[in-house]
């Protein structure tokens, strides 16, 4: 994958039940560190491995993250309601298709890299795009014995080195390590189960493709 000319443009997939300040903190922190020109934060319709009960409107989760997101380089977007798609490995192709002279990083968490061989797949998402791991308390250990990174292990890549490179090969898997931030989504659910409510009527736009997402986008439950 060349360099070129193009926006270097990190993703960050996930449910964002609710987007929090860990999740914008840790996109900052990767956008420095890869030398990243923005993050766009795919708010997912429904995830595969996680169960769709206590999963709040997909207009709700977006509205939530825009707002979380403001006044950073970061831009939440609902796009794989838009593509269909079910699978990271569906959206990928996708995105690369759809925006050719944009240059994508995969980023997730220590915790996904434990399971990441769980995803289907996994290894051809490798081949299609780096792939940056970000430090998770508790995680660690198990991501460093993970299957997939015992097949990822040979193509790490200094994170300096990464982001000073002309061209990006593939695969390619950077480990950032920095400070922890302790807030997550499912403390925020169990102090304020109601938090979607705030944003039940919303319709917000999405920053990548521009339309109105409301309510009735929400997969059936």
């Not at 960050?12 to 956008?31: C, E, Q």
């Amino acid at each position: 994958m060349a360099r070129g000319a193009g926006p270097r443009v990190g993703l960050l997939g996930g449910s964002f039940n609710p987007a929090h300040a860990g999740h914008r903190r840790i996109s900052l922190f990767a956008a420095r560190a890869l030398g990243l020109d923005e993050v766009w934060w795919l708010v997912s319709p429904g995830n595969p491995l996680k169960p769709a009960k206590g999963m709040a409107p997909l207009n709700a989760r977006l509205k939530a993250a825009q707002a979380i997101a403001r006044r950073a380089p970061i831009r939440a977007t609902a796009i794989e309601r838009e593509f269909g798609t079910r699978y990271t490995i569906e959206t990928v192709r996708a995105l690369c298709q759809r925006y050719p002279k944009r240059h994508f990083v995969w980023m997730m968490g220590a915790d996904n890299l434990a399971q990441f061989d769980r995803w289907k797949g996994w290894r051809d998402i490798a081949r299609t795009l780096p792939i940056a791991v970000i430090a998770r308390p508790g995680y660690d250990g198990a991501a460093l014995a993970s299957p997939a990174m015992a097949w990822l292990r040979r193509f790490r890549v200094p994170a300096s080195s990464f982001k000073t490179a002309g061209e990006w090969r593939v695969p390619a898997l950077v480990m950032l390590r920095f400070d922890p931030d302790p807030t997550s989504a499912t403390a925020i659910r169990r102090d304020e189960p109601d938090w979607a409510a705030h944003y039940a009527t919303a319709a917000p736009r999405d920053a990548i493709t521009h339309r109105i997402v409301s309510a009735e986008d929400s997969p059936p439950r």
